[in-house]
């Protein structure tokens, strides 16, 4: 076997373009890949812009500034935004128009003769997202983006970034990195057609449109419709069912354009690197975390004895690299999963444990001064168990209260705070219990023959084994920290 030069080497003097630049994972691609290979040609940005200027200004202040870059600009200095600037091209589009909306004939030339490299990872994560904005970002996306690789002169790899729940959540069972049945619903039984799909979508806009419908009724209709169709065709919701279909037109082109995949499961914070913690947005987990310690989540459908597959942020970014450096040519595998299910279990009841000895010890303090004391966490194992506490706890008191009658502000005050808890929790649960309720693991052994190919030194530069985390130690030192130290950073930002 040919011997690779290593994760470095591979990206000196290359050119990449990476989609969805503004994204958690991307930022850290980045930033991982100008401190790994400070000789690397160039990286074009594509970012959601009216203009170039507009472009930059978004990864200037959404990227740049942030302090995951504090390594770098220690390093350079005085100089670190002129070799910044050097390095990093930004390019104003949107991967749901054609040419990935790049509006520029000669900017988009340049693009398809220079880079070597495409990391796809434009997408919309909401897991209630409306159907036409999932459509457009999550599976147009993918197709616009084939389109640009298959003029791209000099095109060495496409790394796609989908998700391990294209796979639909089963009561137990081990999922391998394989692709998905082509065209097809998951069970098999029905066709899948993008083009029935998009007609279908554009038919249901024209028809609420044509009934002066409000933009709260396209939004919320929109969202129904994404949620049934993903239902029909077997995924759990929006986000998953675009993004298998999103996969589908990769397959399409797996014969034609150098094209691999890699499916991370559940994303948490940094491990380690550019340091231990950093996260943005709140995840599925982490809106649990966060709400379990501020008192607003008091109860979960889950089973404890469930495998939650969490993997932080710098491993996935770290195997993706790993993927572009090592993934073999001429293979027929093309698909990397990247979990911790296999490799390294972590109980969710162990996880709740961990949870409560945080927040037990450091306990959330309100804007208004006043300390949140938590009990532990009230899990249940079937949803029909968990709706029977919420009529105990929340549903029952809040019918006598209105049957009392709200007499008092104080009244008010009690039974908006209640119902606002209560439907909260309802809506969490709604939407997350498939996974927390799954018996099923992410095989990763593909990932892990990788893994066995990298160079003694890119285990230490790229490291992306999970058997390495101590849990403990991640989640009362690290994670939930990093999670409630983002949710005091975006309290601050909303005071602004």
């Known amino acids: 076997m040919e011997k690779l030069p290593g994760a470095a080497e591979r990206f000196r003097g290359k050119t990449v373009l990476i989609t969805g630049a503004t994204g958690f994972i991307a930022k850290l691609v980045v930033e991982k890949i100008l401190r790994l290979q400070p000789e690397v040609k160039r990286l074009y940005l594509l970012v959601r812009a009216a203009d170039q200027v507009s472009a930059k200004e978004r990864v200037r202040s959404e990227m740049m500034e942030l302090q995951i870059f504090q390594p770098l600009r220690?390093?350079?200095?005085?100089?670190?935004?002129?070799?910044?600037?050097?390095?990093?091209?930004?390019?104003?589009?949107?991967?749901?128009?054609?040419?990935l909306g790049i509006g520029d004939a000669g900017l988009a030339e340049d693009v398809r003769k220079e880079t070597e490299i495409i990391v796809h990872m434009a997408a919309t994560v909401n897991f209630a997202e409306r159907y036409d904005t999932a459509l457009e970002v999550n599976t147009m996306g993918v197709k616009h983006m084939i389109e640009i690789a298959s003029k791209c002169t000099n095109l060495e790899l496409v790394l796609?970034?989908?998700?391990?729940?294209?796979?639909?959540?089963?009561?137990?069972?081990?999922?391998?990195?394989?692709?998905?049945?082509?065209?097809?619903?998951?069970?098999?039984?029905?066709?899948?057609?993008?083009?029935?799909?998009?007609?279908?979508k554009e038919a249901k806009l024209k028809e609420l449109v044509f009934s002066n419908a409000s933009k709260h009724t396209i939004r919320h209709t929109m969202k129904r419709i994404g949620a049934e169709r993903a239902?029909?065709?077997?995924?759990?919701?929006?986000?998953?069912?675009?993004?298998?279909?999103?996969?589908?037109?990769?397959?399409?082109?797996?014969?034609?354009?150098?094209?691999?995949?890699?499916?991370?499961?559940?994303?948490?914070?940094?491990?380690?690197?550019?340091?231990?913690?950093?996260?943005?947005?709140?995840?599925?987990?982490?809106?649990?975390i966060s709400n379990y310690g501020k008192g607003q989540l008091k109860f979960f459908p889950t089973d404890v004895t469930t495998v939650i597959d969490v993997v932080p942020a710098d491993i996935v970014v770290n195997a993706m690299l790993c993927i572009i450096s090592y993934h073999p040519q001429g293979t027929t595998d093309f698909i990397y999963q990247i979990g911790s299910s296999v490799a390294n279990p972590l109980k969710i009841g162990k996880m709740g444990d961990l949870t409560y000895k945080y927040f037990s010890e450091k306990p959330f303090v309100s804007s208004k001064g006043e300390v949140v004391t938590v009990k532990q966490p009230n899990f249940l194992a079937a949803m029909s168990s968990f709706y029977e506490i919420m009529d105990k706890h929340y549903k029952v008191p809040?019918?006598?209260?209105?049957?009392?009658?709200?007499?008092?502000?104080?009244d008010h005050h009690i039974y908006n705070h209640?119902?606002?808890?209560?439907?909260?929790?309802?809506?969490?649960?709604?939407?997350?219990?498939?996974?927390?309720?799954?018996k099923m693991r992410y095989d990763d052994s593909k990932m892990q023959n990788l893994m066995a190919m990298m160079t003694e030194r890119d285990r230490e530069l790229i490291p992306c084994n999970t058997r390495v985390i101590n849990w403990n130690k991640y989640?009362?030192?690290?994670?939930?920290?990093?999670?409630?130290?983002?949710?005091?950073?975006?309290?601050?930002?909303?005071r602004l």
């Open 74 to 99: 220690d390093k350079y200095q005085t100089h670190f935004n002129f070799w910044f600037w050097d390095k990093v091209f930004p390019l104003a589009g949107d991967v749901s128009l054609t040419n």
């Open 160 to 200: 796609l970034v989908s998700t391990a729940y294209v796979n639909i959540i089963m009561e137990e069972g081990i999922i391998m990195e394989k692709p998905l049945q082509q065209w097809r619903s998951f069970n098999g039984r029905f066709n899948l057609d993008l083009s029935g799909e998009m007609a279908f």
């Open 231 to 288: 239902k029909k065709f077997g995924w759990a919701n929006s986000y998953t069912f675009t993004k298998a279909m999103g996969e589908m037109l990769a397959y399409d082109q797996k014969s034609r354009l150098p094209i691999v995949i890699i499916r991370p499961t559940a994303v948490a914070s940094t491990l380690k690197d550019p340091f231990p913690g950093w996260i943005e947005g709140a995840k599925a987990i982490d809106t649990w």
């Open 398 to 410: 809040l019918q006598d209260m209105l049957r009392r009658g709200l007499s008092t502000a104080e």
């Open 418 to 438: 209640l119902k606002r808890e209560y439907d909260f929790t309802v809506a969490v649960a709604d939407v997350y219990w498939s996974f927390t309720i799954s």
């Open 475 to 494: 989640f009362v030192e690290t994670h939930i920290p990093g999670v409630m130290d983002y949710e005091s950073r975006e309290l601050i930002r909303a």
